[in-house]
């Protein structure tokens, strides 16, 4: 059974820079699709990015142009780069991962919040 586990989430000012990762046990070639989603409370998880094993990326329109997910095949880890944060960024975020039976894997969720 693949864990995932983010890291990297924190308070950072407007403006901001901030990088989150998951790393996967096992190996990241068991998901075809992985992606980034997050969630404010009282609001459903929303999708903010994705990428294919192919490496071709989706993006939420919200993050177009700031955001930039990536996935390392060599260290198991997928990245999100986040900048020009806003505080509508805010939001406690999840890596997620696919897998060829589209069971769906979760990771336990990295808070954000960009406040000054």
């Known amino acids: 059974q693949a864990q995932l586990v983010e890291s990297g989430g924190g308070l950072v000012q407007p403006g901001g820079s901030l990088t989150l990762s998951c790393a996967v046990s096992g190996s990241i070639f068991k998901f075809p699709v992985m992606g980034w989603y997050r969630q404010v409370p009282g609001n459903q998880r929303e999708l903010v990015a994705n990428?294919?094993?192919?490496?071709?990326?989706t993006y939420s329109d919200s993050v177009k142009g700031r955001f930039t997910i990536s996935r390392d095949i060599s260290t198991n880890t997928l990245s999100l780069q986040m900048s020009g944060l806003k505080p509508e960024d805010t939001a406690v975020y999840y890596c997620?991962?696919?897998?060829?039976?589209?069971?769906?894997?979760w990771g336990q969720g990295t808070q954000v919040t960009v406040s000054s």
């Open positions: 997620n991962g696919l897998d060829f039976g589209r069971s769906e894997y």
């Open positions: 990428i294919t094993s192919g490496g071709t990326p």
